[in-house]
């Protein structure tokens, strides 16, 4: 059963702005985090940062601070990425996850690929 | 913050096990019980294995193990399948200001 459904494939160009999604159609959004994980093509995955929908705490990996903003709206069950000004550097793809305590991650989205080319 | 290290790949017969080291510092794996494993298919999402170093979470076979010494956790995949294929992750707390790390990945290969 698929829970977390992430928007579809972007193609920007370097400068412009972007902000991905990931819904949630379960039913315990508030009760977990969701936390974000790059992957650029042929390398392994990255945590990014994660949130916790019921109060919007959000914890940001040292390298991804400042880079990303990382909110949700617990009223529509759904949480966002997002990038003021996009680099080239930015492709790459773009995981949601839903995760209990300890990072137990049992639950992800299928994935948004980010294109990022003048 | 540097991603946890594990050897590049693995490979095994079916029928055989394999096991992958997860190395890190006692700021995060060595600190916490809170080691997870995924695998990972070409062009899929991960999918979790293993949780709080040793937990199966349910439908996970029980050929999958995991175990934690010290700095290194592991994985253990015993009965080795061709299904088996595919990239593995480790990843752990690493504490509120790092959060959290993988693995560089390890690539399993079904001879």
């Known amino acids: 059963e698929v829970q977390l459904v992430q928007s579809g494939a972007e193609v920007k160009k370097p400068g412009e702005s972007l902000k991905i999604s990931c819904q949630d159609s379960?039913?315990?959004?508030?009760?977990?985090?969701i936390g974000w994980v790059r992957q650029m093509p042929g390398e392994g995955l990255e945590w990014m940062g994660i949130i916790c929908p019921n109060d919007s705490d959000t914890r940001y990996s040292p390298t991804f601070q400042g880079q990303v903003t990382i909110s949700a709206d617990k009223s529509i069950g759904t949480a966002y990425l997002q990038w003021s000004r996009l680099r080239a550097s930015d492709s790459a793809m773009y995981y949601c996850?839903?995760?209990?305590?300890?990072?137990?991650?049992?639950?992800w989205g299928q994935g948004t690929l980010v294109t990022v080319s003048s | 913050q540097s991603a946890l290290t594990q050897p590049r790949s693995v490979s095994g017969f079916p029928g055989q096990s394999v096991t992958i080291s997860c190395t890190g510092s006692t700021s995060d794996v060595g600190g916490y019980d809170h080691v997870s494993w995924f695998q990972q298919y070409p062009g899929k999402a991960p999918t979790l294995l293993i949780f709080?170093?040793?937990k199966r979470p349910s439908g996970v076979p029980h050929r999958f193990s995991g175990s934690k010494s010290g700095n290194t956790a592991s994985l253990t995949i015993s009965g080795l399948q061709a299904e088996d294929e595919g990239d593995y992750y480790c990843s752990s707390y690493a504490g509120s200001l790092s959060l959290y790390v993988f693995g560089t990945g390890t690539e399993v290969t079904v001879l």
């Open positions: 996850t839903k995760c209990g305590g300890g990072g137990i991650c049992s639950d």
């Open positions: 709080n170093v040793d």
């Open positions: 379960g039913d315990s959004f508030t009760s977990h985090w």
